[in-house]
């Protein structure tokens, strides 16, 4: 028997909390759920897990997951919509965050996976949002693009290094939108416009180099697409983050094979026109920082040039915690 | 006059049967198997299956004439080979596959061809190469999304021909055929993303809009749910599950030899399981009928059918499962044994939601 707790900011601003325990089946419903007071929020709660479990690909019927929030909700509130389905997914093994999960979001099409938006104002800290500005669906969790969506996104991370505590992973998200067919035509010359907001104008310059030049090396992509590159943590330097952005943007142009899990990557290249990878710099701690963080299902790519002074077991290590690494000399397959 | 006359016999015995009309041309390219006549001559290159009720069958090779005796079903097999594009990922539609496949000629040691039985329980009428080519993609993508195939950003050539093996082990035991060559391709030219996108966001617009119909023609940005009749759904996965259970539980009991004790108890239970299951398939009430004599409501009709399906997605994944313990080796067993155990108890719980008369029958044995 497996328990534990996710939360969720509630209209009064206190917090709820479900919690999920796991127990053999015994011939029982596959999901119970509780709600003192309203059962007609239980009886949601219960079609919301439902439904999210049709965007799983395993199916396993040997488990019975019984969730319980621990007052009822406001009327018609249900921003615990998301914190209900995460809760069902980490007490299953099925989502594995590094820490204590405060989700706020609600859905009308949760057997796509889409989150449709939250009641929440604001952005707190350390929560999960649902919404088209935020989570907009539940692969996103993993980076992974929608496959259903008009607006692909896809994000990869990639270890922010400075030697002090700050040290953690950063996101790089790149949505495309393809550009109007209508009146391409004149604008044939210019180049692809890409937005980066909250940066300065050197990083912005350099964003839009790196994707002009590794779009080149595609072979598509050029004149197709209206980019918009964000920054989980905007503030940063060095060059490390140019791998990962570039295999956002494969990922979301839909040229990339998937991980199952997140892609995490560092390295840099001064000549992406041809795909080539380059070493950075902080080998050590970068791969200790990645030995910790990674998780199952996780794809780890790292500059050819660091393979010989990989520290050693650390490919063992992230096998047996089900993620792979891979060091690539250049984009794109074998 | 009696010239003519005997000239008229002679006629008649020399000139060859007339044969049942059948178009081959479609054979090879097109069509991997067509529905053949009795009395046929089999074109040359390929070859005949005969498949009576009880899905058992047999092959006629080219040159022969179908010769079917009382209750069998013949088709026309072209061998191939085929060529065709899978998209392993539903969500990475311009990076795909380029397949290579061909059905083998029967092999002379397995007690069944797998091929056959596809042809027996799946095929309905003809196996048409765009239909046999979404199967596939369908099973592919299920196993990568699983895990249990690997196709990582920047595969390595390691990684690579792990890939492989194990597709090319998947192929043979869920389908029966044999892929000779399976390159990456770009699929950009043929399948443009951004008009993909642009299509559905247009949809969207549409549906926003609905005067704007002007771009009737226009994709749709969700593929059409596809029709479903419970009838027709719930016999065609039943007769799956009728047929392939009982192949599938002598493939499981030949691919695994149990190296101890507690293995082989594990095994028998698992068979043990797998023969129940199979009994009850066999023995599946009606599904229009709550009892004899008694109709069921259309809704629960719907439910039983869906729970069908469900059961034949389980055995879609028992197929996939075997394919891993024939490649697994000497490595150890303990994920695969789990991972039947999952399979076969989705298996029960959806054959017995199928007995089910109603959804709070199964509810109140829940409470």
């Known amino acids: 028997m497996t328990t534990i707790e996710c939360r969720s900011i509630a209209a009064d601003g206190g917090m709820l909390t479900i919690t999920a325990t796991r127990r053999p089946r015994a011939g029982r419903a596959d999901v119970k759920c509780s709600v003192p007071g309203a059962p007609g929020v239980a009886e949601r709660m219960q079609q919301v897990v439902r439904l999210a479990r049709h965007t799983e690909p395993r199916f396993d019927s040997r488990d019975q997951v019984v969730l319980s929030l621990d007052r009822a909700p406001a009327d018609g509130d249900r921003d615990w919509e998301l914190a209900a389905v995460l809760a069902d997914r980490i007490v299953r093994d099925v989502f594995a965050p590094r820490r204590e999960v405060v989700a706020n979001g609600w859905s009308d099409a949760w057997h796509l996976g889409r989150i449709d938006g939250r009641r929440l104002a604001g952005m707190p800290d350390g929560v999960l949002l649902g919404g088209a500005d935020a989570l907009a669906h539940l692969g996103a969790l993993n980076g992974q693009p929608d496959p259903a969506a008009g607006i692909s996104s896809a994000r990869a991370w990639f270890p922010m290094h400075s030697g002090g505590e700050h040290d953690g992973l950063g996101w790089v998200e790149v949505s495309v939108r393809p550009l109007a067919r209508a009146g391409s035509g004149e604008d044939k010359d210019r180049e692809d416009p890409v937005s980066v907001p909250d940066v300065d104008a050197v990083r912005q310059a350099q964003v839009a180099a790196v994707l002009a030049g590794s779009r080149h090396f595609d072979g598509r992509g050029q004149g197709q697409w209206r980019t918009t590159v964000r920054f989980g943590e905007p503030r940063f330097s060095g060059d490390s983050y140019q791998l990962a952005l570039v295999m956002a943007d494969r990922m979301a142009r839909g040229r990339e094979f998937l991980a199952r899990g997140r892609v995490i990557a560092t390295g840099s290249s001064s000549a992406w026109h041809a795909g080539r990878v380059e070493a950075v710099e902080a080998l050590a701690p970068k791969c200790a920082l990645i030995a910790r963080e990674a998780g199952p299902g996780d794809r780890i790519l790292l500059p050819k040039e660091w393979e010989a002074a990989l520290p050693h077991g650390l490919r063992e290590a992230l096998r047996a915690r089900g993620a792979s690494l891979a060091c690539v000399e250049r984009i794109g397959i074998i | ?354 007995r089910a008369v109603t959804a709070r029958e199964t509810a109140l044995e829940e409470a």
């Not at chain 2, 539903?90 to 040691?109: K, N, Q, T, W």
């Not at chain 2, 999304?145 to 869920?174: H, I, K, S, V």
Request: contains cysteine; glycine residues 6%; negative net charge.
């Open chain 2, 1 to 354: 006059m009696l010239g003519s006359l005997f000239k008229n016999t002679l006629q008649n015995t020399l000139r060859p049967l007339r044969q049942p009309e059948f178009d081959a041309t479609r054979l090879g390219s097109v069509a991997i198997a067509l529905p053949a006549p009795n009395g046929l001559t089999i074109p040359p290159g390929c070859a005949a299956v005969l498949v009576d009720r009880d899905g058992r069958s047999r092959r006629q090779a080219a040159g022969s004439r179908i010769a079917a005796i009382e209750g069998e079903t013949a088709w026309c097999v072209h061998p191939g080979p085929y060529t065709c594009e899978l998209a392993p990922f539903a969500g990475a539609p311009e990076i795909g596959l380029r397949v290579h496949f061909a059905i083998d000629a029967s092999d002379p040691r397995a007690t069944h061809q797998r091929f056959d039985l596809f042809l027996a329980s799946e095929a309905g009428c003809m196996v048409e190469l765009g239909g046999f080519v979404e199967l596939a993609q369908t099973a592919l993508q299920r196993e990568l999304a699983q895990g249990n195939l690997e196709l990582p950003p920047c595969t390595t050539l390691d990684e690579w021909n792990a890939f492989r093996t194990g597709f090319n082990q998947l192929m043979y035991t869920r389908f029966g055929v044999t892929v000779d060559d399976c390159v990456p391709v770009d699929l950009g030219a043929a399948r443009d993303y951004a008009a993909t996108l642009d299509a559905r966001l247009a949809a969207r617009l549409d549906a926003v809009h609905p005067s704007a119909a002007a771009r009737e023609g226009a994709l749709d940005p969700v593929a059409p749910q596809e029709a479903f009749v419970p009838a027709c759904e719930d016999a065609r996965a039943l007769r799956r599950l009728f047929l392939e259970l009982p192949c599938l539980m002598c493939a499981v009991r030949m691919a695994v030899l149990p190296a101890d004790q507690g293995r082989f108890r594990q095994h028998q239970e698992l068979l043990r399981r797998l023969d129940l299951v199979s009994l009850s398939v066999g023995t599946m009430p009606a599904l229009e009928l709550a009892a004899p004599g008694q109709p069921l409501a259309q809704e629960e009709q719907l439910r039983r059918a869906r729970h069908s399906r469900r059961a034949a997605a389980a055995l879609d994944e028992a197929w996939a499962l075997l394919a891993r313990l024939k490649v697994a080796g000497e490595s150890p067993l303990d994920n695969l044994f789990d991972e039947a155990d999952r399979i076969v108890a989705n298996l029960e719980t959806e054959a017995g939601a199928r």
